[in-house]
């Protein structure tokens, strides 16, 4: 190949968190590395999770060969139920990444060509290119880095990694491979700058486990045990936790036990069948003998935990005694609704002991020194910082400059701004569109913009505003509902029937606690999911519903 050009378009991924996608091209050839989603910005009101906006793809130009997978992280995988069935390309993953992603196609009934990537330093090849895969530990299993090797040499997209020297499954981060490539010669290292704001370096997945089993045998009542949902060595050490301390095991949470059921099936998670309990039959086990994981620790109303602290899950109550351990962290954005759920766990009488109170939590994700070891040991000709907010792609940058990378050789470029790299320089190409997609509540309705999707709603459904009168001091509604309708009412469906829909919310609402309606927030996602629903099963139709809540 005659002078090759290496060009990099960020679909994702790069200037936010999550929603990671990345294309490599050399001439017109590309390859796919990850296809996240994310969640909407505060004020994106019915929108669950965003996807890369793929439409610039066809005016590239590009024959793109497939898809690489690093991991199985929501923020890498959770796009593919969208976009794979319409690229219709084949994909590569280590195994527990292929089987997290074979469940999501599975759901969206789409039959995906699905391919082992080994990690044995065997190289892959996927159209023109090589591509080789060298496990990293990660707060996932079977998490890799991966090298593409080009004429010009090395391009490593490192993922989401950290250098773990005690990993839970014994998989260490395979610092020679990253090394003996640095020898070969790297042409551009592109590497995860999530943790570029922090000092030192991450502290071992392991470290958590004599904390957890602490906290567990000095509890009295039950235990539960929030975290994310897809960190199963996390969830391995809960689980070693409450069979040291004679405690049963239940899982909470449909993506919980879905990522449980896959993991043991692969013999990557230990627990024993006689000492799982199915989470809705745990009336008669003792309080001091129970150890619940739930899903939830980011607040999420609807998961399991936002339920269980409200009373609203059935046949589990919490009580004095009881304790609520968050082994997480908080996102950025969710202080405020995770403060909430505290005062709700609270109020049951339990107690909570989260991250800043002990060491419950450690990040997945490589600190400073662990990004200049990368750095140190692949010894890059060009540096590109991706996955982090502007502020992280800076300081990861900075970081090369003090590790010996000349500042000319590095380069920032956000989303939608291409990178075009010769043996000669790396700069800046032509922008391209890379925004993002809209999905809705529903899971399947895309909507690429949001006005777009309030024009469309308003045209087809109609909408209908709630208005309810509540007394937050005491919890109670005070009054009658109104309900206003836009573009619903027809000749079959009159103002009556939303007068009875009014009595019939009102009935709905005085079955709620005092402190559910005295939570304004709760109040109106109460409101807003009981019209949605009334509207589908009495009108089969889904107008757009606005609740407003008038406090006294």
């Known amino acids: 190949m005659a002078n090759p050009v290496v060009r990099c378009f960020p679909f994702g991924g790069v200037g936010e968190f999550g929603k990671n996608m990345m294309v490599y091209a050399i001439d017109d050839d590309a390859l796919i590395l990850d296809c996240g989603m994310g969640f909407p910005e505060p004020g994106q009101h019915g929108i669950n999770i965003t996807i890369p906006d793929i439409s610039a793809l066809d005016a590239l130009g590009l024959n793109i060969h497939g898809i ?94 950290k250098f773990d020297p005690s990993p839970i499954d014994g998989r260490c981060t395979e610092l020679h491979r990253f090394s003996r490539l640095g020898d070969q010669g790297v042409l551009l290292l592109c590497s995860d700058s999530t943790n570029a704001t922090r000092t030192g370096s991450s502290d071992s997945e392991r470290s958590v486990g004599a904390p957890l089993k602490q906290a567990v045998s000095q509890c009295t009542g039950k235990v539960i ?31 919980l036990e879905k990522n449980v059921e896959i993991t043991k099936l692969m013999g990557r998670l230990n627990l024993p069948d006689s000492q799982v309990v199915n989470v809705r039959a745990t009336e008669n086990i003792p309080d001091n003998e129970l150890l619940i994981i739930a899903t939830g620790s980011q607040g999420e109303w609807r998961a399991a935990l936002s339920r269980i602290a409200q009373n609203n899950f ?85 970081l090369a400059v003090k590790t010996n990378v000349v500042f000319e050789n590095t380069i920032i470029a956000e989303n939608g701004q291409s990178v075009v790299v010769t043996n ?82 009102r009935i709905h609402l005085e079955t709620l606690s005092q402190e559910t309606l005295a939570d304004m927030d709760a109040a109106r996602e109460e409101v807003r999911l009981w019209i949605r629903r009334w509207c589908k099963r009495k009108l089969g139709r889904r107008p757009m519903v606005v609740t407003t809540i008038l406090e006294v």
């Open 225 to 255: 045990v929030s975290t994310f949902s897809s960190n199963m060595f996390r969830i391995q050490q809960i689980v070693d936790a409450a069979l040291a301390c004679g405690r049963k095991v239940a899982f909470a949470g449909r993506s």
């Open 424 to 505: 000669e320089q790396i700069k800046h190409g032509p922008s391209f569109h890379a925004g993002a997609v809209f999905v809705d509540d529903s899971g399947r309705d895309e909507v690429n913009h949001a006005v777009l999707k309030d024009r469309r709603a308003l045209a087809d459904e109609g909408m209908i505003t709630a208005i309810v009168l509540i007394d937050q001091n005491e919890g109670r509604v005070l009054g009658e509902p109104e309900l206003l309708t836009r573009g619903v009412l027809n000749s079959e469906v009159s103002e009556a029937v939303f007068d009875e829909a009014a009595a019939s919310l």
């Open 68 to 161: 690489v997978l690093t991991h199985g992280h929501e923020d890498h995988i959770g796009g593919l139920p969208f976009i794979l069935p319409r690229l219709k390309l084949p994909a590569w993953g280590t195994p527990i990444t292929l089987a997290l992603i074979k469940n999501k196609m599975e759901e969206v009934k789409f039959k995906a060509d699905l391919h082992p990537l080994p990690e044995d330093g065997t190289l892959t090849q996927i159209g023109p290119f090589q591509v080789e895969a060298i496990p990293v530990t990660h707060s996932i299993m079977d998490a890799v880095s991966v090298a593409i090797h080009t004429p010009l040499g090395a391009i490593i997209h490192t993922g989401d990694f």
């Open 314 to 398: 059935p046949k589990l109550r919490l009580g004095v005694g009881d304790l609520v351990i968050f082994s997480s962290s908080s996102i950025p954005g969710n202080e405020r609704v995770i403060a909430g759920l505290f005062n709700h766990i609270y109020r049951r009488g339990a107690r909570v002991l989260h991250a800043g109170q002990a060491h419950l939590h450690v990040s997945g994700h490589a600190n400073a020194h662990e990004l200049k070891t990368m750095i140190q040991l692949t010894r890059p000709k060009y540096m590109y910082p991706v996955h982090g907010e502007y502020r992280n792609l800076v300081e990861h940058q900075q």
